[in-house]
Antibody, heavy 121, light 107 residues
């Protein structure tokens, strides 16, 4: 059973950094790609980044490329999102979501965390 | 990037009625389209993947159809818990994109 829990959100000034974590208490974390998806207040879903099961393949949305870095530590069943040079438009609830395959191009995101809130102000 | 346009923006129906939601892609996504719903204060939930396959545990009243650029999510008979925001999402090409959402509200 996969159960994802995000942490690390908070209030941060523009230009500063923040690192989010996504922990899985199950035993299958290392077999799947994991995405970050965000949702600005009152808005829809925006895909942010994905990392393959072994950490070898990563992809980013243009809006965060060069500023955000996704990584994982499979020994700790944890995914990270390092966010640098934060902007007010990065304010959102950030969700981690499990892909159904190992490379991120699978059949949808079938397990989601409850999200962590980032406010850039 | 592929733009997904959902219609209508808001759909007002009563419990027991049939709901039909549309998602149109700016270019072909083959069958690589998923549907989610999101209740207030909750995370999204995967309903349909690859256009027409129900995810694990999703009730049979939910069905998806379409291919290429035009897709439909149908809820055969609305239950109270179905009133939520629905999003489509494509995985045909990077970046992954979502539609802007359809709000399904109680009439």
């Amino acid at each position: 059973q996969v159960h994802l829990v995000e942490s690390g959100g908070g209030v941060v000034q523009p230009g500063r950094s923040l690192r989010l974590s996504c922990a899985d208490s199950g035993f299958t974390f290392s077999a799947y790609a994991i995405h970050w998806v965000r949702q600005a207040p009152g808005k829809g879903l925006e895909w942010v980044a994905v990392l393959s099961d072994d950490g070898s393949n990563e992809k980013y949305a243009e809006s965060v490329k060069g500023r955000f870095t996704i990584s994982r530590d499979n020994s700790k069943n944890t995914l990270y999102l390092q966010m640098n040079s934060l902007r007010p438009e990065d304010t959102a609830v950030y969700y981690c979501a499990k892909d159904t395959t190992s490379d991120g191009g699978g059949h949808g995101m079938d397990v989601w965390g409850q999200g962590t809130t980032v406010t850039v102000s | 990037e592929i733009v997904l346009t959902q219609s209508p923006a808001t759909l007002s129906l009563s419990p027991g009625e049939r709901a039909t939601l549309s998602c149109r892609a700016s270019q072909s996504v083959n069958i690589y389209l998923a549907w989610y719903h999101q209740r207030p204060g909750q995370a999204p939930r995967l309903l349909i993947y690859d256009a027409s396959n129900r995810a694990t545990g999703v009730p049979v009243r939910f069905s998806g159809s379409g291919s290429g650029t035009d897709f439909t999510l149908t809820i055969s008979s609305l239950e109270p818990e179905d009133f939520a925001v629905y999003y489509c999402q494509q995985r045909s090409s990077w970046p992954i994109t979502f539609g802007q959402g359809t709000r399904l509200e109680i009439k």
